[in-house]
């Protein structure tokens, strides 16, 4: 039965997404500019803005779902690694990345695609990086935007209990009306809104959950008596049942001894920071910056958003154990954690803007999603590979028909109610970091990288993601290390193996490499 608070909850969000949509169908020409490439320098977006738009294009309903769900579930190790692991990539992305792509991509024909940057770069005038980069878009997208979907569907299934896939669906078709009539700077600019949202939903939450629970000493005491649930080197084993439930006995959850959590699982959490070298949405609102000197008030807002976003997301889902220890019995069901702190502590509409916290989220990142894979279809590789003198309304066609496609293959993964937002997410960041996120490195600091070593890198460390997730990580042991580690460490020896190899860059390549810096933008 569905709660008479749930649509009052529900309230903040129709307002919030209608003011949104009102905002969009003023700047429904913003899309068009970006599905034909075309980037005013008006829509440069600000510090504050960028710092906070590429934050919450990134998170996502994973920070508001995926991570506190694993923190609940198996305590704090795995999440606490991974969360590390973020800001320190965060800070890393933004300090050695982010001054040096905007004034090289300046210098490679002003480009403001990762695609366009890449072929640019390396003067690839037959375009088969741009392609190639265009189609690993397009396969990585499609599974982030399922994420995205799986984070609606969870959302309003447990605010109205209705049916999932009916819930997920409706979300999906949401997300892509609002993407349909949006544009790039319309994302950048809102997000500034979603950014600050997100972070007062996790501070609000986190708060009133250590209320709730009694204060920091209570809630500290009666996790204590798990095994290895505060553990920074141990992981808490929920004893389960043949299903995969976590057993429950007189009300309290089941756990076998703990875990040992070595090397080899801190390494795979703290790796996840090497993503954010290769991720599409944040490295072209980089590019985006109005002018480079900004990057560094960009960076600290940035990062201090991050790392105490993450802090929040995890101390959340440690603390709903405590509150509500049998609520879950699952990591995928423990992923609406948030959800239910939210209704039980909080007035209905208060509880509202809180859970539009999350709807922001995932909208916010579906949209970007989805625009920077039609924009790579539609201009990488219809026009620049396949169409060369195609018209405009040519290109505007197939960026929607591409919409389209990436919406119903997203629907189409996302379909499953157990699916795990966290494991979906992470499958999606380990594409992107290993396929995108070696080649940018060497690409701004290593002036012998060549067109063959780029190509070589990209694939390899698609391909290694692809494979090792699937067919080696199951062997366990060192071989159950997250898949980004070797698929990074793979795609970056392929790079420089293979540039060795092969004929050096042109002279004008290495021109502008030895003088991009000194671009002042």
Same mark, same amino acid.
């Given at each position: 039965?569905?709660?008479?608070?749930?649509?009052?909850?529900?309230?903040?969000?129709?307002?919030?997404?209608?003011?949104? +949509?009102? +905002?969009?169908?003023?700047?429904?020409?913003?899309?068009?500019?970006?599905?034909?490439?075309?980037?005013?320098?008006?829509?440069?977006?600000?510090?504050?803005?960028?710092?906070?738009?590429?934050?919450?294009?990134?998170?996502?309903?994973?920070?508001?779902?995926?991570?506190?769900?694993?923190?609940?579930?198996?305590?704090?190790?795995?999440?606490?690694?991974?969360?590390?692991?973020?800001?320190?990539?965060?800070?890393?992305?933004?300090?050695?990345?982010?001054?040096?792509?905007?004034?090289?991509?300046?210098?490679?024909?002003?480009?403001?695609?990762?695609?366009?940057?890449?072929?640019?770069?390396?003067?690839?005038?037959?375009?088969?990086?741009?392609?190639?980069?265009?189609?690993?878009?397009?396969?990585?997208?499609?599974?982030?935007?399922? %994420?995205?979907?799986?984070?609606?569907?969870?959302?309003?299934?447990?605010?109205?209990?209705?049916?999932?896939?009916?819930?997920?669906?409706? @979300?999906?078709?949401?997300?892509?009306?609002?993407?349909?009539?949006?544009?790039?700077?319309?994302?950048?600019?809102?997000?500034?809104?979603?950014?600050?949202?997100?972070?007062?939903?996790?501070?609000?939450?986190?708060?009133?959950?250590?209320?709730?629970?009694?204060?920091?000493?209570?809630?500290?005491?009666?996790?204590?008596?798990?095994?290895?649930?505060? %553990?920074?080197?141990?992981?808490?084993?929920?004893?389960?049942?043949?299903?995969?439930?976590?057993?429950?006995?007189?009300?309290?959850?089941?756990? @076998?001894?703990?875990?040992?959590?070595?090397?080899?699982?801190?390494?795979?959490?703290?790796?996840?920071?090497?993503?954010?070298? @290769?991720?599409?949405?944040?490295?072209?609102?980089?590019?985006?910056?109005?002018?480079?000197?900004?990057?560094?008030?960009?960076?600290?807002?940035?990062?201090?958003?991050?790392?105490?976003?993450?802090?929040?997301?995890?101390?959340?889902?440690?603390?709903?154990?405590?509150?509500?220890?049998?609520?879950?019995?699952?990591?995928?069901?423990?992923?609406?954690?948030?959800?239910?702190?939210?209704?039980?502590?909080?007035?209905?509409?208060?509880?509202?803007?809180?859970?539009?916290?999350?709807?922001?989220?995932?909208?916010?990142?579906?949209?970007?999603?989805?625009?920077?894979?039609?924009?790579?279809?539609?201009?990488?590789?219809?026009?620049?590979?396949?169409?060369?003198?195609?018209?405009?309304?040519?290109?505007?066609?197939?960026?929607?028909?591409?919409?389209?496609?990436?919406?119903?293959?997203?629907?189409?993964?996302?379909?499953?109610?157990?699916? %795990?937002?966290?494991?979906?997410?992470?499958?999606?960041?380990?594409?992107?970091?290993?396929?995108? @996120?070696?080649?940018?490195?060497?690409?701004?600091?290593?002036?012998?990288?060549?067109?063959?070593?780029?190509?070589?890198?990209?694939?390899?460390?698609?391909?290694?993601?692809?494979?090792?997730?699937?067919?080696?990580?199951?062997?366990?042991?060192?071989?159950?290390?997250?898949?980004?580690?070797?698929?990074?460490?793979?795609?970056?020896?392929?790079?420089?193996?293979?540039?060795?190899?092969?004929?050096?860059?042109?002279?004008?390549?290495?021109?502008?490499?030895?003088?991009?810096?000194?671009?002042?933008?």
């Amino acid at each position: 039965m569905v709660h008479t608070t749930s649509w009052v909850a529900c309230w903040p969000s129709l307002c919030y997404f209608r003011g949104r +949509r009102h +905002r969009r169908l003023r700047v429904r020409e913003a899309v068009e500019r970006e599905l034909r490439g075309v980037l005013h320098r008006r829509a440069r977006p600000r510090p504050v803005a960028l710092a906070l738009s590429a934050g919450a294009s990134d998170m996502s309903g994973w920070l508001l779902m995926g991570l506190p769900g694993v923190a609940y579930f198996t305590g704090a190790s795995d999440a606490m690694w991974t969360a590390i692991g973020l800001a320190l990539g965060t800070y890393l992305n933004w300090r050695i990345v982010a001054k040096r792509l905007r004034k090289y991509s300046e210098v490679a024909n002003n480009s403001i695609t990762l695609p366009d940057f890449f072929s640019n770069r390396f003067h690839d005038t037959k375009h088969i990086l741009m392609t190639v980069s265009a189609l690993i878009i397009l396969l990585f997208f499609c599974i982030y935007v399922g %994420s995205c979907f799986v984070t609606v569907g969870k959302l309003f299934t447990t605010l109205f209990g209705l049916d999932y896939a009916t819930m997920m669906i409706l @979300g999906a078709i949401i997300v892509f009306l609002y993407t349909f009539v949006g544009g790039y700077m319309s994302v950048c600019t809102t997000d500034l809104i979603q950014g600050l949202l997100m972070f007062f939903a996790l501070a609000v939450v986190f708060v009133g959950s250590v209320t709730q629970a009694g204060g920091v000493d209570n809630m500290i005491a009666f996790l204590s008596d798990i095994p290895g649930y505060l %553990s920074a080197t141990e992981i808490a084993t929920p004893v389960v049942d043949e299903a995969g439930h976590q057993m429950v006995e007189n009300g309290l959850p089941l756990f @076998g001894e703990a875990g040992t959590y070595g090397a080899i699982t801190i390494a795979s959490g703290l790796v996840w920071g090497l993503g954010y070298f @290769g991720m599409p949405q944040v490295l072209v609102r980089f590019m985006s910056i109005k002018h480079s000197r900004e990057i560094k008030k960009a960076r600290i807002i940035g990062t201090v958003w991050c790392a105490t976003s993450l802090a929040c997301a995890v101390c959340i889902g440690l603390v709903g154990r405590a509150i509500i220890p049998s609520q879950f019995t699952t990591q995928s069901a423990a992923e609406n954690v948030f959800i239910v702190l939210s209704e039980m502590m909080l007035p209905a509409f208060l509880c509202g803007l809180v859970v539009s916290g999350i709807f922001a989220a995932s909208m916010s990142s579906s949209s970007s999603y989805l625009l920077i894979s039609s924009s790579a279809v539609a201009n990488n590789i219809f026009k620049g590979l396949l169409k060369k003198d195609a018209t405009d309304r040519q290109i505007m066609f197939v960026a929607r028909i591409t919409l389209v496609v990436i919406l119903l293959f997203g629907v189409v993964i996302s379909l499953d109610e157990d699916s %795990s937002i966290f494991n979906i997410v992470s499958y999606a960041w380990a594409g992107f970091g290993a396929s995108f @996120g070696p080649l940018m490195l060497l690409s701004l600091y290593w002036r012998r990288t060549n067109l063959q070593g780029a190509l070589a890198g990209m694939i390899v460390g698609a391909v290694t993601v692809v494979v090792w997730s699937n067919f080696i990580a199951p062997l366990g042991g060192i071989f159950a290390i997250y898949e980004l580690l070797p698929a990074f460490v793979l795609a970056t020896a392929a790079i420089v193996v293979v540039s060795l190899l092969t004929k050096e860059p042109p002279q004008e390549v290495y021109d502008e490499f030895d003088h991009y810096l000194e671009a002042d933008v």
